[in-house]
């Protein structure tokens, strides 16, 4: 063994020792889920797992709540994301509602008043709860 393979050999030892430390059960590879290996360095190849979606789960749990077996509050359903503040719509409605605070009397503002009025009628009946948010 030569000079410049004995140091390779060792800086590779060292590198694998510190890896050791580091991940106390391996390394795990994400492309063929085997230990010992970076996905980048992996010759094997993609496994595929089956998984449920998410919207096949909450569809399943929301028959379970509905046929009654979820009476107890056992089963878990996950909630929607919520709207950030500062979405368009937010930022819209909330303009809206201060200037109509301010000048009660003025008719443009009644007009625009009864159409988020409808607005959030039409939310609420749809069932979206990020209406609410604003």
């Not at 028959?63 to 950030?84: A, L, M, V, W």
């Not at 109509?100 to 009628?121: F, L, N």
Request: proline share 2%; aromatic share 4%; net charge positive.
């Amino acid at each position: 063994m030569t000079l410049g393979t004995y140091n390779r050999h060792q800086a590779q030892k060292k590198k694998q020792a510190a890896l050791a430390a580091a991940f106390p059960q391996g390394i795990r590879c994400q492309k063929c889920l085997e230990y010992g290996h970076w996905s980048y360095e992996c010759k094997g190849k993609r496994k595929i797992l089956v998984r449920p979606s998410s919207t096949q789960v909450l569809k399943k749990n929301l028959k379970s709540r509905e046929q009654g077996s979820c009476s107890n509050g056992s089963c878990k359903i996950p909630n929607k994301k919520k709207r950030t503040d500062n979405c368009a719509d937010c930022s819209d409605n909330s303009s809206s509602g201060s200037s109509s605070g301010s000048d009660s009397g003025s008719s443009d503002d009644s007009g625009s008043d009864s159409s988020s009025d409808s607005e959030s009628d039409s939310e609420s009946s749809s069932g979206s709860e990020s209406g609410s948010d604003c």
